[in-house]
């Protein structure tokens, strides 16, 4: 199993510019979360999908959108990428209520 | 809102104990966890704590729970340099399984 990947590993945007971060699971998880941590901060959460076809907002939504076709990925998009959002992404999966969370790498984003 | 606190930086010298305190505000949390970030990665559950235990103990990890000061410490007993991490607490949203994480404890340890 290669658990959480994530692509790309680091990305450089303009302001302005749209891209879509990748994350996949192979442990055939329903919860999937994406996180941005910001330096010396904690992880915020964006958004989380507990299945195919359903995603909700977390705590700090604005500026992104995800989508949930499958139970293996759930990518995040940046549609008009601002400095604000220059941070490293998680993403993360859960097995069930009562799993842990286990995180991919992380993608880390600069935006200039 | 949630809100789980960490002080920001702790420093010992390799063989002492660590303890890396945390205190949150959602009483009503299942589980509190305790996860660690090696430099570049990311996060790597440590260890957790059932909300009605007071102590959890794992190899050279232990865990206290103090519900009614919600207060939750981990401590590393023999800390080796491999332990020098960033190291979250987080609790469990009441709505669902998110996590709400603190602010993390950045541990140093020097030989």
Redesign the interface.
């Given at each position: 199993n290669a658990g959480?990947t994530q692509t790309p590993k680091f990305r450089i945007l303009k302001i302005g510019q749209s891209m879509t971060l990748q994350c996949t699971q192979d442990m055939n998880h329903n919860?999937m979360?994406w996180?941005r941590q910001d330096p010396?901060?904690?992880?915020?959460?964006i958004y989380?999908s507990?299945g195919a076809g359903i995603t909700d907002k977390?705590e700090v939504p604005n500026g992104y959108n995800v989508s949930r076709s499958t139970t293996e990925d759930f990518p995040l998009r940046l549609e008009l990428a601002a400095p604000s959002q220059t941070s490293v992404y998680?993403c993360?999966s859960?097995g069930s209520?009562t799993d842990?969370?286990?995180?991919?790498?992380?993608t880390r984003l600069t935006v200039l | 809102g949630e809100d789980v606190e960490q002080s920001l930086f702790l420093s010992v010298r390799e063989g002492d104990s660590s303890v890396i305190n945390c205190t949150y505000t959602d009483s009503s949390s299942t589980y509190l966890y305790w996860y660690k970030q090696e430099p570049g990665a990311g996060l790597q559950l440590l260890t957790y704590i059932f909300s009605n235990m007071d102590m959890k103990q794992d190899q050279r990890l232990t865990v206290l729970l103090n519900k009614k000061d919600k207060h939750l410490s981990l401590r590393i007993a023999d800390t080796q340099t491999g332990d020098s991490a960033i190291y979250f607490c987080a609790e469990e949203d009441t709505g669902f399984q998110k996590l709400v994480f603190g602010t993390g404890t950045r541990l140093l340890v020097s030989p």
């Open positions: 959480v919860y979360y996180y010396g901060m904690g992880l915020k959460l989380y507990v977390g998680f993360a859960q209520s842990t969370q286990y995180f991919g790498p992380g | -």
